[in-house]
């Protein structure tokens, strides 16, 4: 069994008073709700209180005013002091810039660290950019190490510096390890410390062990069976530990096959490992099957939002998460790429229009009917790409199934642009039947749409397997590509057929 450590740890602490909080979704909007009539009331009195103290310029409004500050101050303060973390850190996100940095300084200096784990990245620079260096220093050296390897990025280098120097030699390693992992791996959000036990002992000594710590770690369902070279042999669950008798070997009531992971091993893949299996935590092993490290539940749904959030923006077009309250300047530049694209494929869209200036002119109905057939297939083009790239996500797209994927999507837009294209066709005899030109409009709109809906899934299942071969992010401009190849390409069929049945 490994040996208890001689000194305190972390783990070992009293619990925080807010890790007994329950984090409810609903509660961090209303609290938010709260935080912001407390923040509006207390700049309403304390204005009144500000104008009348210019009045009657005397000591006893200037005391006043300042008792009304306190006294606000000092209500917010307690309020925070019941929050969980996770929830004021959802609360500093939705607080424009004045208002998030004085709620930030009424939280106690203790809590720093885990609120700036739970903030959004781009938040958390703003917060960081208000501490001076003893406050980063006091908050980040709380922390464990896999934690403080998370927010060593967005930390100076000096704090770092100064935070491994007060480390001990064993979790100065780990740091050191942790940051060498890349950024999306494993073992950059792996726990370094899991319980370990031999298999050799009873399940009562097991549990005297256990009752060593004044704290279990995070979602420990399992303690991990190792031999005395750390080679992972299996896992102890622990309502096997509880059900069987104390004399039971460990040997006996462990599992042996226990799914493992690599530190290198991707953690979007790790974290659909997660899901398909229900896992709690599992176990990190090396090359040569050592134990070191496990990885938590709480890890992967913070992966798995993380990809959520990623793909959302990037179909936005935008290249990073943003601050809602940043500045206009950081904002405009966080959007400029694909508003550049965009600009760019509108233009080479117009010019396609351009060209077929004289059959508009001829046949002006054809200017009103064009966002009709550009507009089915980009939405029909969407609903492939978006099917396409989830599979990409889960790995259930191969070359090998890549094929009969393609030609089920190019039978379902083309039974869709029969059926659509043929209803869209009646609609454009019978509004243009009087002109004498509805029948040709009718047989152009079915005709265009049908060859866009195809070009459209045929564009929305290409893009994003190229970016995946190239070890693009599939979700980044796909979107656009799409809607400029759908717009241009039929707007060029539509008027192109028009200019064949109209000469």
């Not at 979704?25 to 709700?33: G, H, M, N, T």
């Not at 980040?140 to 100076?156: K, R």
């Not at 104390?246 to 953690?267: I, N, S």
């Not at 790409?385 to 990409?392: A, D, K, P």
Request: charged fraction near 25%.
């Amino acid at each position: 069994m490994a040996d208890q450590p001689d000194t305190p740890t972390e783990r070992e602490s009293p619990p925080h008073p807010d890790a007994l909080l329950p984090h409810d979704p609903e509660e961090a909007s209303r609290a938010l709700a709260e935080v912001r009539e407390l923040l509006e009331r207390h700049r309403l009195v304390f204005e009144v209180a500000h104008r009348q103290r210019h009045g009657e310029a005397d000591e006893r409004h200037e005391l006043v005013e300042h008792l009304v500050h306190k006294q606000a101050l000092n209500e917010l303060a307690k309020k925070l002091d019941r929050m969980h973390s996770a929830d004021i850190a959802f609360m500093l996100e939705g607080l424009p810039l004045d208002d998030r940095l004085m709620v930030w300084d009424l939280v106690k200096a203790e809590r720093d660290g885990d609120i700036l784990l739970e903030v959004s990245d781009a938040v958390r620079e703003t917060l960081i950019e208000s501490m001076d260096r003893d406050e980063l220093v006091d908050a980040v050296e709380s922390l464990d190490t896999d934690e403080i390897a998370a927010l060593a990025p967005d930390l100076p280098m000096d704090v770092v510096d100064e935070v491994r120097r007060q480390l001990t030699p064993e979790e100065r390693e780990q740091l050191r390890a942790a940051m060498s992992y890349p950024e999306n791996s494993v073992g950059a959000r792996m726990d370094f410390e899991p319980i370990t036990v031999r298999e050799d002992v009873t399940l009562e000594t097991v549990l005297r062990y256990l009752r060593r710590f004044d704290e279990l770690p995070d979602h420990t369902n399992q303690v991990f069976v190792v031999d005395r070279n750390e080679v992972l042999k299996g896992a102890l669950p622990l309502d096997r530990l509880l059900i069987n008798e104390p004399e039971v070997m460990v040997a006996d009531a462990m599992q042996r096959g226990v799914m493992t992971l690599q530190a290198l091993d991707d953690a979007s893949e790790a974290a659909q490992a997660f899901e398909r299996y229900d896992l709690v935590s599992a176990p990190v092993v090396d090359a040569h099957g050592r134990l070191i490290g496990r990885i938590t539940v709480a890890e992967m749904v913070d992966v798995i939002r993380e990809e959520g959030e990623s793909d959302l923006l990037s179909k936005a077009g935008l290249r990073e998460e943003e601050d809602i309250f940043a500045s206009v300047w950081d904002s405009a530049k966080n959007r400029w790429l694909w508003l550049a694209v965009n600009l760019c494929t509108a233009f080479f869209a117009s010019r396609v229009i351009g060209a077929f200036e004289g059959t508009i002119e001829k046949v002006v109905a054809l200017a009103a009917l064009m966002p009709i057939v550009a507009g089915i297939a980009g939405n029909s083009g969407n609903q492939t790409m978006t099917l396409i790239i989830r599979s990409l996500a889960l790995g259930q797209v191969t070359a090998a199934n890549g094929r009969r994927l393609l030609q089920k999507e190019l039978a379902i837009a083309a039974l869709n642009g029969i059926v659509w294209g043929g209803i869209a066709g009646v609609f454009a005899w019978w509004l243009y039947r009087d002109s004498g030109d509805g029948m040709l409009l009718g047989v152009t709109m079915t005709l265009a749409m049908l060859l866009n809906l195809l070009l459209g899934a045929l564009i929305a299942m290409a893009v994003p397997l190229m970016l995946e071969r190239f070890g693009r992010d599939p979700a980044i401009g796909s979107s656009v590509l799409l809607t400029f190849s759908t717009d241009s390409m039929g707007f060029f069929i539509f008027l192109g057929l028009a200019t064949l049945f109209f000469q």
